[in-house]
């Protein structure tokens, strides 16, 4: 009886993934119930068998129980499988997290905790009963059908993630690797290949206009930038145009600005979205947040330019950044004022506290104008939003715009209140004699709520940037032509120094916009003019494609009968993940390349390890790399090398020369899932002090080999 409840917790963890794929790969969802009737066949196969296992069994049920009713709240609050645990996004601390999880604490959750302890109970009582062990032949007859049905579930892979098994999702959670490339490189990874710029002469006569008008203005003007948190362009404008009842403010600002409705995030993302804003485009791809941006950005920067032209800049945010090193990347931007909510007394942080993710905007807004009354010169502020992030709130006493407790309306009275806010911004800086002012506001990522594709290439990268005059001098106009979130630093430059500038938004030249995902199936994808492609990283026979001004909706996937189309897309989105990659760390203060070097196009296009290095475990457990080849014998030493994966995973022959010219060697196996691996030497033999050299092999074919000092 606790395995069939334990079969009815794992159905309902996968069917609101179902749900969200609009039932439209019941075959992908079958497959997951297969592999989890095969493991429960198993374990009840070994229950009968061994007394032991009899014993473990109420725990084995705690574990499964527990994990599936995690399982299916997880999907329900976030639309993120265990998956999400291969990415920077499984660090995010529990004190972050805490208002999201407590806001999907549904009957829901509360119905399968009970499941979950029901098959606790009855696996306890089933301790009081004596099993007969089965007769060896019905046993391995047993055994052999739940393998069986174990392995084919565990084959069928489901269009969705979603709607897999969440065993299944943890075992393959592992980050991916970089994609393959041939060795063909493009030179312009921009220009649009196939897809086509729809301006009208009017359009683009209105663009030129108004872009006179901001590079003409007579004195430099203060920019405020506001980030409006998990806003997309299709949250802002539900009906196709922004709503007066709705965002009042906004839709204020809008009469005198222009409105960019098609801007590209290039990450469904918070982190990665404010790095590509603050650096004209600059991008972790399939770096780490917490590796990479642990060292500073001494490329172009947004604040960094603007002082660099006698501006002070500060930064305030209503939302915590202590979660993916978003905190220690701001840190590091020469910002005059920073002001982040973690950083107020417990007193003042219950005061204005609005969830667990952030304090009342109206606090931050607060503090960010009496920063820019005090500034002398003109000023660059950029204010962070938090209301619109799940759990989507309120503050305490305020009536909500939408009734109703589901996630929409919640999200859209949040909404409706941030929109309050930057109103109540904007008309500050007008009465206070700011009306020099560009405001500029930009969503970092839309919204999804669990629709379309995985990883909601449409609700969550579209995003938009509306850019309005506080002095009222700039005429309204909507253009809506794909551009990228990383143009908005070339466009406040040509406002800040009176000069056109290649890359502005108002440079309306055709350019194709790359974004992906990294939650497992990582996926790439591109929109070139009309066209709009995606694809997972490590399935060539898997792709969508668009074309969106006669399929805005994209039902009819147009990819089989477009091969050529989507091999040159898969081509270019794969050279631009590595390129974006390799050239943000370049500019990375101190970084140094794990194995010497950057790996190289025509290296993506072979299999194996790359690069060689050696090094330790520090106490923390991280890698820390000895360029001089010099390693103390007290230490656990390391071999690591930067792999192109095998598809299906190799084994390799690790050959140690030692000091006095013995030899030793060990095998270990290169998981197709990996791109870093590390090799424990002193797990096999003692590394006694001198001079060692290693030489990796795949059968007889060296690979990679150096050389390392193991120092006494």
């Not at 994966?645 to 013995?662: Q, V």
């Amino acid at each position: 009886m606790s395995f069939l409840l334990l079969a009815i917790l794992h159905a309902r963890a996968t069917w609101t993934g179902l749900v969200y794929s609009g039932f439209s790969d019941w075959s992908g969802w079958a497959a997951g119930q297969m592999f989890f009737l095969g493991v429960l066949i198993l374990l009840a196969v070994a229950r009968r068998q061994w007394s032991w296992t009899a014993r473990a069994m109420p725990w084995a049920a705690a574990a499964l129980g527990l994990g599936l009713a995690a399982a299916g709240w997880g999907l329900r609050a976030s639309g993120d499988t265990f998956r999400v645990f291969g990415t920077d996004a499984a660090q995010t601390p529990l004190r972050l997290l805490r208002s999201s999880l407590l806001a999907a604490a549904d009957w829901s959750l509360l119905l399968d905790l009970i499941l979950a302890a029901a098959a606790v109970a009855l696996s306890l009582a089933d301790l009081r009963r004596h099993y007969e062990p089965l007769a060896r032949k019905r046993a391995l007859a047993a055994a052999a059908a739940g393998a069986a049905m174990l392995f084919a579930g565990a084959w069928r892979a489901p269009r969705d993630t979603r709607l897999e098994s969440p065993l299944l999702a943890i075992l393959r959670s592992e980050s991916e690797s970089p994609p393959r490339l041939g060795p063909e490189r493009e030179a312009d990874l921009r220009s649009l290949r196939y897809g086509s710029l729809a301006l009208t002469d009017e359009l683009s006569r209105e663009l030129a206009a108004r872009r006179q008008s901001l590079v003409m203005r007579k004195y430099r003007p203060n920019i405020v930038l506001i980030i409006l948190e998990s806003v997309g362009s299709a949250q802002l404008r539900p009906l196709g145009r922004l709503d007066p009842r709705f965002t009042p403010a906004l839709f204020d600002l809008s009469r005198h600005g222009v409105l960019f409705p098609s801007v590209y995030a290039p990450f469904p993302g918070t982190v990665r979205s404010h790095v590509s804003v603050m650096t004209g485009g600059g991008l972790i791809t399939w770096g780490s947040e917490y590796k990479e941006l642990s060292r500073r950005y001494l490329g172009p920067t947004l604040p960094g330019e603007l002082k660099k032209r006698g501006y002070r800049a500060a930064f305030f945010s209503a939302a915590r950044l202590d979660g993916e090193n978003s905190d220690g990347f701001y840190a590091a931007l020469p910002f005059d004022r920073e002001f982040l909510p973690e950083s107020l007394d417990v007193d003042e942080w219950k005061r204005l506290e609005l969830n667990s993710w952030g304090i009342d905007e109206r606090g931050a807004a607060k503090r960010a104008l009496a920063w820019t009354r005090a500034s002398p010169r003109p000023f660059l502020l950029v204010f962070n939003t938090v209301a619109t992030h799940h759990p989507y709130a309120v503050p305490n006493g305020m009536a909500p715009y939408r009734r109703g407790g589901d996630a929409k309306s919640r999200y859209e009275s949040a909404l409706h209140f941030t929109d309050s806010v930057v109103g109540d911004l904007a008309k500050a800086l007008g009465s206070d004699g700011r009306g020099n002012t560009l405001l500029i506001v930009l969503g970092d990522h839309g919204e999804a709520f669990g629709d379309l594709h995985p990883g909601n290439f449409k609700e969550n990268i579209r995003s938009f940037v509306l850019l309005a005059d506080l002095s009222k001098k700039l005429r309204p106009l909507t253009a809506d032509y794909p551009a990228g979130n990383g143009q908005i630093l070339p466009t406040v430059l040509e406002a800040v120094d009176g000069r056109a500038q290649a890359g502005s938004l108002f440079d309306a030249r055709g350019r194709i916009q790359y974004f992906f995902k990294n939650t497992h199936p990582t996926q790439l994808g591109l929109r070139d003019g009309q066209w709009k492609f995606i694809g997972p990283m490590l399935d060539p026979a898997q792709a969508e494609l668009y074309r969106l001004d006669r399929d805005p909706f994209e039902k009819d996937n147009l990819a089989s009968t477009h091969p050529l189309m989507v091999r040159d897309y898969r081509r270019l989105a794969s050279q631009w993940f590595i390129d974006t990659q390799n050239e943000f760390v370049s500019r990375l203060e101190g970084f140094q390349y794990e194995g010497g070097a950057a790996l190289t196009a025509g290296e993506l296009g072979t299999p194996g390890p790359k690069r060689l290095m050696f090094g330790w475990m520090g106490p923390d457990d991280k890698f820390v790399p000895s360029p001089s080849g010099k390693v103390p014998a007290r230490a656990k030493i390391a071999a690591f090398t930067k792999d192109v994966p095998y598809p299906n995973g190799r084994l390799l022959r690790y050959c140690w020369r030692a000091p006095d010219g013995s030899r030793r060697e060990f095998t270990l196996f290169h998981s197709g899932e990996w791109s870093d691996v590390y090799a424990f030497p002193q797990a096999r033999f003692a590394m006694t002090p001198g001079r060692w050299s290693l030489r990796i092999l795949d059968g007889s074919r060296a690979l990679v080999g150096g050389e390392l000092t193991v120092l006494p």
